[in-house]
């Protein structure tokens, strides 16, 4: 007899794996919106890098022009190296790291969407899983705890290119206990774009 399929998110045997309206749930779920959608969000830390980073080449810019139409005394004190060094190192250098963070977080944004909306459902299996198991108490009121197990799955499965990769995931289920969790070698469907780019459904 042939195992049933796991999920470790039960939402998404309401769709057929790769559909659109699979897509679209699994979106939901993960929270994953294109950059268009998230370019409002992203707006904020785009100008954090880039107004620093123009304030400071305007501000280095007007300083050479100055010293070049106004030449300091001979007996003048030593300029002040405060503003030039904040402007000129420490500025553009945040500036710049600020940038990177962007550009990796844009880049996994877009990964993520591309595993969406471009992902193939494989086949897999659980390598091993466990659970352990809590109780919600609402402050409000502590007759309505709800007990839930945090299931950790460990799966495998083979990639486009012929690699079997690994991968672990974790959810909190409400409808399981430990003694009902799958035992290793129950298949599990997974949405992979590459050997590097996969999740567990």
């Known amino acids: ?15 057929s794996p790769g559909s659109p309206d699979f897509r ?15 370019l409002p969000g992203l707006t904020p830390l785009i100008l954090s890098v880039v107004l620093p980073l123009g304030m400071a080449l305007l501000v280095l810019l007007n300083r050479d022009a100055l010293v070049r139409r106004h030449p300091p005394l001979p007996d003048a004190p030593p300029p002040d190296t405060t503003a030039p060094l904040v402007f000129g190192t420490v ?8 940038l990177l963070v962007t550009v990796l977080a844009v880049l996994e944004m877009r990964r993520r969407y591309r595993l969406a909306w471009e992902g193939k459902v494989v086949m897999g299996k659980i390598e091993s899983c466990t659970g352990t198991e809590y109780l919600t108490v609402p402050d409000d009121n502590p007759l309505h ?3 839930y197990t945090r299931v950790y799955v460990e799966y495998s499965a083979e990639a486009p290119s012929g690699r079997r990769v690994r991968g672990r995931a974790m959810r909190d289920r409400y409808d399981l206990r430990r003694e009902q969790l799958p035992p290793a070698g129950t298949p599990v469907c997974v949405l992979m774009l590459d050997e590097r780019k996969y999740d567990l459904l």
Not at 1 to 15: A, G, I, N, V
Request: glycine residues 0%.
């Open 24 to 38: 679209r749930r699994y979106c939901e779920r993960r929270k994953i919106k294109s950059f268009s959608e998230h």
């Open 91 to 98: 500025l553009p250098a945040a500036s710049l790291v600020m």
């Open 145 to 147: 705890s709800r007990p």
């Open 1 to 15: 007899m042939t195992p049933t399929t796991f999920f470790l998110d039960p939402e998404h045997e309401k769709s």
